[in-house]
């Protein structure tokens, strides 16, 4: 931003006196939503349970494993346990990482000083990107999700023309947010430890899969109950981490927001207190929904006749629903974060969100999410790319594992990165659209830049204050 519109973030405050009313949660000290955060603990020890009988069935079978393992063609994928293939592919593992972690660092930095190229380009980058994924499908068969994605490629064009106006507003909420994201520096560090919360339960999920496979000894119906649990395991867990940094990077927003004076690492600690314990049920009960969802999406696609009309019917209802859910629980959880709420409470307050802007917090949502996506493709081809060529200079044999890793770890660390500026932008446009009063009165010129950036209506209902948001 030039000199005429720098907002010096760290040295504006509240005035003295009552709190405003719709501030923070920050004394509110009972539990939201217990039950759901006790099932959560005991399912992880049912997890742990399950990896102990795994262990003890495989050692009872020890010789028919070891024989199944020798024939499996898993050997081809994977390499011999030695030395050379194990520093060869953590060579593999520190170079990507540490390309994917420039690259993240840039593509941060492109966001902050051009935001407004980068909204631009994105949207035109997820039309040929949708496009592309199209004439894939339809060129190997799949044409019904050849077609949605085509759809898709010309309602994003069509977007692109209507959504003009919004870009700009956008690009401007996009840059405000880099800036906060900037003076509270620590919502990154919490960023990484959810990936490496995200690790740790990838290594746990792995040998909780590879143990359970041994009750196929014992019953073959019981392993594959087991499987299914342990699928819904993994995404339950996965949207907890996921959501526990969402619900601390809005909360730290949020204090900005509304108490801008306040230490920017305070508001990150006390967010993530908030968000591991008061707040951790009303989490645990939110991702528990989505996860249900996202197992049946995946009992559907690892069924039979994956090309039966009704099958495929499923499928996408499975995933638009995951969709929808996902992206409502996006905001609901903001909700938690910012004022505390129950689960339920939360989806209220949400309900009320949309009914009032939710179109408008729906399309900066879309805008932010193809920066998002952008940057995250285009990290995952090229920790990928990175991956494979060291992969075949140090082990050439394997090269499919080498593809594994550098998608996945490109992926992780870039999106790891960029969802904290999405959660951090709809913690600030949920703030926006319930109490706009806070930021005319304490950020005056940036209320009005936004107002002139989205057309200069003072009516138009982002920015209407007889909305709260069901305080």
Excluded at 36 to 59: E, K, N, R, S, W
Excluded at 92 to 108: E, I, P
Excluded at 276 to 302: D, H, K, N
Aim: proline share 3%.
């Amino acid at each position: 931003m030039g000199t005429d519109t720098t907002y010096e973030y760290e040295k504006v405050g509240l005035d003295e006196g009552t709190p405003m009313k719709g501030s923070p949660v920050v004394t509110r000290t009972e539990w939201r939503d217990k039950p759901f955060a006790i099932a959560f603990v005991l399912h992880l020890l049912l997890v742990l349970g399950l990896m102990g009988g795994g262990a003890a069935t495989f050692f009872a079978y020890k010789d028919e494993a070891l024989d199944a393992y020798e024939d499996d063609d898993l050997q081809d994928f994977f390499p011999p346990f030695t030395l050379n293939y194990a520093l060869g592919f953590l060579g593999v593992t520190a170079v990507s990482g540490a390309v994917c972690g420039a690259y993240a660092l840039l593509y941060l930095k492109l966001m902050k000083v051009a935001p407004k190229p980068m909204v631009y380009i994105s949207m035109g980058f997820s039309i040929v990107l949708f496009l592309a994924m199209g004439v894939l499908f339809i060129a190997f068969g799949g044409y019904i999700f050849g077609a949605f994605f085509i759809v898709l490629a010309l309602l994003s064009a069509l977007l692109y023309f209507l959504w003009r106006k919004r870009m700009a507003f956008t690009a401007k909420v996009l840059e405000t947010t880099m800036q906060v994201l900037e003076y509270q520096s620590l919502n990154y560090f919490v960023a990484f430890g959810g990936l490496v919360a995200y690790f740790v339960w990838f290594i746990v999920f792995t040998l909780a899969v590879v143990l359970s496979a041994s009750y196929s000894y014992v019953d073959d119906y019981l392993m594959g109950a087991v499987l299914i649990y342990l699928i819904f395991s993994w995404y339950w867990t996965m949207q907890v981490v996921r959501n526990v940094v969402h619900v601390t990077i809005a909360g730290a927003v949020a204090s900005w927001y509304f108490q801008a004076d306040a230490s920017p690492t305070d508001a990150t600690k006390n967010a993530l207190r908030r968000a591991c314990t008061t707040s951790f049920g009303s989490i645990c009960f939110g991702s528990l929904i989505v996860a249900i969802i996202e197992t049946l999406r995946t009992l559907a696609e690892s069924g039979k006749n994956q090309n039966n009309l009704i099958t495929c019917l499923a499928k996408c209802i499975l995933y638009c629903l995951e969709s929808l859910m996902k992206l409502f629980n996006k905001f609901a959880f903001t909700n938690v974060a910012i004022y505390g709420h129950s689960y339920i409470e939360a989806c209220k307050a949400t309900l009320e969100l949309l009914s009032h802007s939710g179109l408008r917090v729906i399309m900066t949502d879309i805008l932010v999410g193809n920066v998002i996506m952008m940057g995250a493709f285009v990290g995952s081809m090229l920790s990928c790319l990175v991956a494979v060529g060291l992969a075949y200079a140090l082990t050439p044999e394997y090269p499919y594992l080498a593809v594994l890793i550098g998608i996945t770890l490109g992926y992780g660390l870039v999106v790891c990165s960029l969802e904290v500026v999405d959660s951090a932008i709809t913690s600030l446009m949920v703030c926006l659209c319930t109490q706009p009063q806070t930021m005319a009165t304490h950020f005056p010129a940036l209320y009005e830049e936004l107002r002139v950036k989205y057309g200069g209506n003072a009516a138009c209902g982002v920015f209407q204050p007889g909305y709260a948001g069901a305080l």
